[in-house]
């Protein structure tokens, strides 16, 4: 099985969802195991993701240096490790990207116009061998052995319209677009009052996130799944994973896991070489990433 990058350079425009200005986004093919670069184009500043250039998770995966960031990267990862995306330039002129309806399918839909380009190198994946975890009192993010890729997640909120939801995840390609990339982020409208005097949380709106005020959904529409604010968290799950740089084999259960969380298993797992080992997919070992990884 082969690396993959993208057949075309293609571009959009979106809004932030913490400045509420228009941000470009330009994604271009990269060549064989250069993995995934962002950069800044008003910065003139590139950054190779890896948990090291992670900067803050309090409300999203951001990366950076000093002080050029880019903000809410982790929708955009899913999307990009559910098409199983080797090799990626990403360039923003702003320091977050867009948020698009709060979900991953748009970023879907921009890499179906994009295309899938394979490259002449072999794909690799990080296959877990021994169980890790990283726990904050009752709250933990876990990676165990697997012979599949698998995300079992429950949350508990003290809010009626949420309460307790779990939903368990076999990841492939075509899952992931239909249970996983139409769940959009949520918020609380108590807290974008707040965030908004902060000046963050400008270009929010029900339009790009599910927002409830203390008893009930306050979007028309509804929920998009039974379970949206927890498959929302498995989205977010597999956009802060995407960050180990390859594909993943092993079984990832949370219970009211965070980005925090999230950052601190990948660099657990990266500083614990006897936790996985790289496999480069060549012959029947091929067959059954290239299943997962089918995009029909």
Same mark, same amino acid.
């Not at 190779?48 to 998770?57: A, E, G, H, I, Y």
């Not at 677009?177 to 270009?203: D, N, P």
């Not at 594909?247 to 614990?272: D, F, M």
């Given at each position: 099985?082969?690396?993959?990058?993208?057949?075309?350079?293609i571009?959009i425009?979106?809004?932030?969802?913490h %400045? &509420?200005?228009?941000? %470009?986004?330009? *994604?271009?093919?990269?060549?064989?195991?250069?993995?995934?670069?962002? /950069?800044? /184009?008003?910065?003139?500043?590139?950054? %190779?993701?890896?948990?090291?250039?992670?900067?803050?998770?309090t409300?999203?995966?951001?990366?950076?240096?000093?002080?050029?960031?880019?903000?809410?990267?982790?929708?955009?990862?899913?999307?990009?490790?559910?098409?199983?995306? $080797?090799?990626?330039?990403?360039?923003?002129?702003?320091?977050?990207?867009?948020?698009?309806?709060?979900?991953?399918?748009?970023?879907?839909?921009?890499?179906?116009?994009?295309?899938?380009q394979?490259?002449?190198?072999?794909?690799?994946?990080?296959?877990?061998?021994?169980?890790?975890?990283?726990?904050?009192?009752? #709250?933990?993010?876990?990676?165990?052995?697997?012979?599949?890729?698998?995300?079992?997640?429950?949350?508990?909120f003290k809010h009626?319209?949420?309460?307790?939801?779990?939903?368990?995840f076999?990841?492939?390609?075509?899952?992931?677009? @239909?249970?996983?990339?139409?769940?959009?982020?949520?918020?609380?409208?108590?807290?974008?009052?707040?965030?908004?005097?902060?000046?963050?949380?400008?270009?929010?709106?029900?339009?790009?996130?599910?927002?409830?005020?203390?008893?009930? *959904?306050?979007?028309? @529409? &509804?929920?998009?799944?039974? @379970?949206?604010?927890?498959?929302? #968290?498995?989205?977010?799950?597999?956009? $802060?994973?995407?960050?180990?740089?390859?594909?993943?084999?092993?079984?990832?259960?949370?219970?009211?896991?965070?980005?925090?969380?999230?950052?601190?298993?990948?660099?657990?797992?990266?500083?614990? @070489?006897?936790?996985?080992?790289?496999?480069?997919?060549?012959?029947?070992?091929?067959?059954?990433?290239?299943?997962?990884?089918?995009?029909?």
């Amino acid at each position: 099985m082969q690396q993959t990058t993208i057949q075309k350079a293609i571009e959009i425009t979106g809004i932030g969802l913490h %400045k &509420g200005v228009p941000i %470009k986004l330009r *994604i271009e093919p990269a060549k064989e195991n250069s993995g995934y670069t962002f /950069t800044r /184009t008003d910065r003139d500043m590139s950054f %190779k993701l890896s948990p090291k250039v992670v900067v803050d998770t309090t409300m999203a995966t951001v990366i950076g240096c000093d002080d050029v960031r880019i903000s809410t990267i982790e929708h955009f990862l899913s999307a990009l490790y559910a098409y199983g995306i $080797d090799n990626i330039h990403i360039l923003v002129n702003n320091e977050e990207l867009p948020i698009m309806d709060g979900s991953s399918i748009g970023f879907c839909m921009l890499l179906n116009e994009a295309g899938i380009q394979k490259q002449n190198a072999p794909k690799r994946i990080m296959k877990i061998t021994r169980q890790v975890e990283v726990r904050d009192g009752e #709250k933990f993010v876990r990676f165990s052995p697997s012979e599949y890729s698998t995300y079992d997640f429950k949350i508990d909120f003290k809010h009626p319209a949420i309460a307790q939801q779990s939903y368990k995840f076999t990841f492939s390609t075509k899952a992931y677009k @239909e249970e996983i990339a139409k769940a959009r982020t949520f918020g609380f409208l108590h807290e974008v009052q707040y965030l908004r005097s902060k000046g963050l949380a400008l270009g929010g709106s029900l339009n790009n996130a599910i927002v409830l005020d203390q008893t009930r *959904i306050l979007n028309k @529409e &509804g929920l998009r799944y039974k @379970e949206e604010f927890v498959r929302h #968290k498995i989205l977010d799950a597999i956009g $802060d994973m995407c960050l180990l740089g390859l594909p993943i084999i092993g079984s990832y259960v949370s219970y009211a896991g965070s980005h925090k969380l999230n950052h601190l298993l990948t660099k657990e797992i990266l500083n614990n @070489e006897n936790v996985y080992e790289i496999i480069y997919l060549e012959g029947k070992k091929a067959d059954i990433i290239e299943k997962i990884f089918a995009l029909s």
